[in-house]
């Protein structure tokens, strides 16, 4: 049975003060609990129904994290999920992960990404394709938001995500690995080397990439439409799409 005071805290951190406040975020639904169990996330506490805890999906070596039993119209309550998935973890913020050289990797550098969705889907097409990490601006949406969790369906658990100052990144950075910046006029990213490491911008979903960014761009990149554009055509690819496809064409051409 779930507590008051545990209601309270679990539907606190829908907001990212309390997140911060607590160092602690929400992962919910069998899937997202499974894959933090699996990483090396500190899990604070668990609340699941009878389904999930007769299932046995608490690992061995999870044995000390506290698990709290309670009923479906309970997790109901507390859940964010149009239909509430028999768990919901609460799992502390990670201490600050340094951030590396670029050098020998393909980093993701993300300028005011805001919307939530977009960084979740961002995160999970990064780790498919194997990408090293991603660098975020500081005023792009939360890592930790939970409509961010949720749409990386677990790879937050995997892919390291630095949020810095890019303008200053970019400028230590700049002249040792190539920037490649996603922009309607550039290069066809079919047609070019891409090379085996560099940083790639993708910038805000409505307004590109920032003025202060592009002079650090060494190569501009386009993904060409089917057919030239007309009349209601859309104008630009959304940010997650546009992700998606840099990240095969980089891994088509320079396989792991």
């Not at 977009?118 to 780790?127: M, P």
């Not at 677990?154 to 910046?181: C, W």
Request: a negative charge.
């Amino acid at each position: 049975m779930i507590s008051k005071n545990q209601l309270k805290l679990v539907n606190s951190l829908r907001l990212q003060k309390y997140r911060l406040e607590h160092g602690l975020f929400i992962a919910e639904g069998v899937k997202l609990v499974d894959e933090a169990l699996k990483s090396n996330f500190d899990i604070y506490q668990i609340f699941a129904t009878t389904e999930w805890i007769s299932f046995g999906h608490l690992p061995k070596n999870r044995y000390l994290v506290e698990v709290v039993e309670i009923s479906q119209a309970e997790l109901e309550k507390i859940s964010a999920l149009a239909t509430a998935n028999q768990v919901l973890a609460l799992v502390k913020l990670p201490s600050g992960i340094h951030l590396p050289d670029p050098a020998g990797e393909w980093t993701l550098l993300l300028d005011q990404i805001r919307d939530p969705g977009n960084l979740g889907t961002i995160i999970r097409t990064a780790d498919w394709f194997g990408i090293d990490r991603i660098v975020a601006a500081e005023n792009s949406v939360e890592l930790w938001n939970p409509k961010v969790v949720q749409a990386s369906m677990g790879s937050v658990f995997r892919m390291p995500v630095h949020y810095t100052d890019i303008e200053k990144y970019l400028s230590d950075n700049a002249q040792r690995v190539p920037v490649f910046g996603t922009m309607l006029q550039g290069e066809d990213i079919f047609n070019i080397q891409m090379g085996t490491e560099g940083i790639v911008v993708i910038g805000n979903e409505s307004h590109g990439i920032s003025d202060a960014v592009k002079p650090f761009i060494t190569r501009r990149i386009t993904i060409p439409a089917a057919t030239a554009g007309s009349l209601g055509r859309a104008e630009s690819l959304n940010a997650s799409i546009a992700g998606a496809i840099i990240c095969y064409e980089i891994r088509r051409q320079c396989p792991k």
